[in-house]
């Protein structure tokens, strides 16, 4: 019976170990009660020990790969930003792709001018009628002037934060976390156009809103928490919305004051509508001995 | 947690169209995917070319990202097909610029930059050679330097399917590399007296 043992000792100290416990030997991935094993076994397999050799080996040749030289951020980013897609040459965002469809399609199987007079500005998006409100919407958008633009942006933005908040009632939370993302694009739009035109928005109308987005998207933030039976990802899933669309608020809002110090000292604007008129010298300014003073058509 | 969150809201606000949240989202990430790029292609250009696919692909697709598995795991994914699939089409492409660009060795000897750096690219041509899975695995293990439990996670696969395809990987390398990871059998004796 001992003897019997001691052969079943032998052969397990003998056996070939498998590739792949070899491999994991190799790499430091075997655990290490079965690692004294194979130590056992390689002190007397020659042929396992040259497979074991050459799989450390192949280990340290692939561990031979330097990492990157460091790069500036500055000049990563730069060099990326050209290559991304140009929002402008981009379909407007604020268009669904969804809505488009069904909306077009709506628009088209019915009379066309009777159904969308009835999308009126108050259909909310559990309606049928939402998806032809949505392009009827996307497309006044697009026809619009620069100038006039973010001014209509941030008067559909009260629109969707409006629908959201009866959405969220109606214990619809997706539909809600579409108009807020919708409200959230429009107003980052507005804050691109403010920036690329530089124009003084209608400030009035346009602060009023933003201060009124504000307190809205406050009291869809404490609708949201309120228990109704939502599970936590779908109040997660509003409240990220409420948050970003919040960020987006402040973005119009620096977009907004920023426009408004240029308007206010022009002197310091890189592009100024009105140059400022130059100084008068007795001195000559240029070859022919002209003076300086403008003529009146310049 | 902090973070994830953080990375949520400039995921929410990139698909949105707003390019700054973007900008911060690359800026935390960017490191990683030049370092995975170098890893593969030994030169800095290529690797700042591969980077910037990397992160126009995460542009494009960021809209098909599950905010239920974590971000970092979606990036390397795509770094991961972005560079096998530069990898495949390079591989018949031995690039002199990357001996140029190629980190020295530490000792500074020249015949041993260039031994070096001949190794590399062979390990990078064998690695281009493996059937396709194998080679995600590989890949994400030796230039995304990644432990075997976050190539699972990655790949969204069992432990022991990596574990499958990554020691297949290293017997199909082992067999391709021959010399350069052949150890003579005296060698071995000595070393394991």
Redesign the interface.
């Known amino acids: 019976m001992k003897r019997k043992r001691l052969t079943v000792v032998e052969t397990s100290v003998l056996a070939h170990r498998s590739?792949?416990t070899l491999?994991?030997y190799s790499?430091g991935?075997l655990p290490e009660r079965q690692r004294a094993d194979v130590d056992k076994h390689?002190?007397v397999c020659?042929a396992c020990?040259?497979t074991v050799?050459?799989?450390r080996?192949?280990e340290l040749?692939?561990?031979?790969?330097?990492?990157?030289?460091s790069?500036p951020?500055p000049r990563?980013?730069s060099?990326?930003?050209a290559?991304?897609?140009n929002?402008s040459d981009e379909r407007i965002?604020f268009v669904r792709p969804r809505l488009l469809a069904a909306g077009l399609a709506l628009a088209i199987g019915a009379s066309l001018v009777g159904v969308v007079a009835l999308a009126s500005d108050e259909t909310l998006p559990d309606s049928p009628l939402y998806s032809v409100k949505h392009v009827r919407q996307g497309l006044q958008l697009s026809l619009i002037s620069a100038r006039g633009r973010p001014s209509f942006e941030v008067t559909l933005g009260k629109q969707r934060l409006h629908e959201a908040a009866v959405m969220l009632e109606r214990r619809r939370d997706d539909l809600a976390v579409a108009s807020l993302?919708d409200l959230?694009?429009l107003l980052?739009?507005a804050a691109?156009v403010q920036k690329v035109t530089g124009d003084q928005p209608e400030t009035a109308h346009v602060t009023q809103s933003i201060a009124q987005i504000k307190i809205d998207l406050a009291v869809v933030r404490a609708a949201n928490l309120e228990p109704d039976g939502s599970s936590a990802a779908e109040i997660g899933a509003v409240d990220?919305?409420v948050?970003?669309a919040n960020?987006?608020v402040a973005?119009v809002q620096t977009q907004i004051d920023a426009t408004a110090a240029v308007v206010e000292s022009p002197a310091q604007s890189k592009v100024s509508a009105v140059p400022p008129a130059p100084e008068v010298t007795a001195a000559p300014s240029d070859a022919n001995g002209q003076g300086s003073e403008p003529s009146p058509a310049e | 947690m902090a973070r994830d969150v953080e990375e949520r809201q400039l995921i929410a606000a990139s698909l949105a169209g707003d390019d700054d949240a973007f900008r911060q989202l690359v800026e935390r990430h960017y490191r990683i995917v030049l370092n995975v790029a170098f890893r593969a292609f030994g030169s800095e250009a290529a690797a700042e070319d591969c980077a910037q696919d990397v992160f126009i692909k995460v542009h494009q697709r960021l809209g098909s990202y599950r905010a239920d598995t974590p971000f970092i795991h979606w990036l390397h994914r795509v770094a991961a097909n972005t560079v096998t699939d530069a990898l495949r089409r390079r591989r018949a492409d031995v690039s002199l610029e990357s001996l140029v660009h190629e980190a020295p060795s530490e000792s500074g000897d020249p015949a041993e930059a260039a031994a070096r750096h001949e190794q590399r690219k062979a390990v990078r041509q064998a690695m281009a050679s493996l059937p396709g899975r194998l080679r995600d695995a590989i890949v994400l293990q030796v230039f995304h330097e990644l432990s075997y439990q976050e190539i699972a996670q990655v790949l969204e696969i069992p432990l022991g399917t990596v574990m499958s395809r990554l020691h297949n990987a290293k017997r199909l390398l082992r067999a391709r590399l021959g010399g350069y990871v052949e150890v003579p059998a005296a060698a071995i004796g000595a070393n394991n007296q």
Do not use: G, I
């Open positions: 590739s792949d491999c994991s790499d991935s390689l002190r020659a020990r040259q050799n050459e799989m080996r192949l040749v692939l561990q031979d790969f330097p990492p990157a030289p790069v951020f990563f980013w060099r990326l930003e290559r991304l897609p929002p965002a993302k959230s694009t980052l739009d691109r990220d919305a948050q970003h960020n987006a973005k």
